[in-house]
């Protein structure tokens, strides 16, 4: 069960633009206070990395999801844009050159195998007090059972422009101990003509506040902000849900 294939790549964005995330406006603005070349891990369909592109930013994509990358491109052209795509797991690739910052949105460090790898080895790829933006959360609606664990629910449901209905349903287990969630997730797409289903399955680790910072300067890193749920006005403490840090190499 492959995550980020097929109806799963084809839905993704969608179902995040019902979120209203305010993250495009946060890199937007760090990208104009601190320009130069930059790099998006995880930068999928280029839900954040196109626009970014036509807002004039000398960004770059990496992504691990073959799909992915064709629906950007795809999208891309559309829009006349021709962006530099890396293909590759972050955990591992080598790039050349080295980055003015780079940038993991949307909980993307969250889905790596091992975060501290990935955070060595993204930090190779930025020169002394170059900038690393991060985002994660902390899975409270599970922690708190306010999700039933165990057993399908309904997640999302959108209908598209064509009349189509779109689905995903969610079941995840628990690793309290080592900070794990694990979901499956199954993606329909019912319209009068047919039904399309698609199945994955994702790993998500998650961090307490003190423990991500602790494990970004064990790498190298020094942690310049950290605020709660996109808001400068709300530091973080036990009760955040969203973690948005920014780091220097």
């Given amino acids: 069960m492959s995550s980020y294939t097929s109806l799963e790549a084809r839905l993704h964005d969608l179902f ?3 979120e209203d995330s305010p993250e495009l406006a946060w890199m937007d603005q760090l990208l104009r206070d601190h320009p130069g070349r930059a790099l998006e ?8 990395l196109l626009p970014l592109l036509q807002n004039g930013h000398a960004i770059e994509g990496l992504e691990s999801s073959s ?16 962006p530099i795509i890396h293909h590759g797991d972050m955990q591992t690739i080598r790039l050349p050159g080295t980055y003015a910052s780079i940038h993991l949105p949307a909980f993307t460090l969250q889905l790596a195998t091992d975060p501290a790898a990935t955070l060595k080895n993204l930090h190779r790829h930025l020169d002394p007090d170059d900038l690393l933006y991060l985002t994660v959360f902390v899975p409270l609606a599970e922690l708190h059972g306010e999700l039933p664990e165990g057993e ?10 064509d009349g189509s ?4 349903t969610t079941r995840f287990e628990l690793d309290r101990a080592k900070r794990i969630l694990k979901r499956e997730h199954h993606y329909q797409l019912r319209s009068a003509e047919a039904l399309q289903e698609h199945r994955s399955s994702q790993t998500i680790r998650w961090f307490p506040p003190r423990e991500l910072s602790t494990l970004l300067e064990k790498i190298g890193f020094t942690v310049d902000n950290a605020v709660a749920e996109f808001d400068e006005d709300l530091q973080v403490d036990d009760d ?3 973690i948005t840090v920014m780091a220097r190499a």
């Fill in 240 to 242: 955040a849900q969203i």
């Fill in 67 to 82: 799909d992915m990358i064709d629906l950007c491109r795809a999208a891309a052209t559309d829009l006349g844009l021709d």
């Fill in 165 to 168: 209905i779109a689905e995903v």
């Fill in 152 to 161: 399908w629910f309904k997640d999302q449901r959108l209908k598209l422009a």
């Fill in 16 to 18: 995040w633009a019902e």
């Fill in 41 to 48: 891990v995880g930068s999928g369909s280029g839900r954040l």
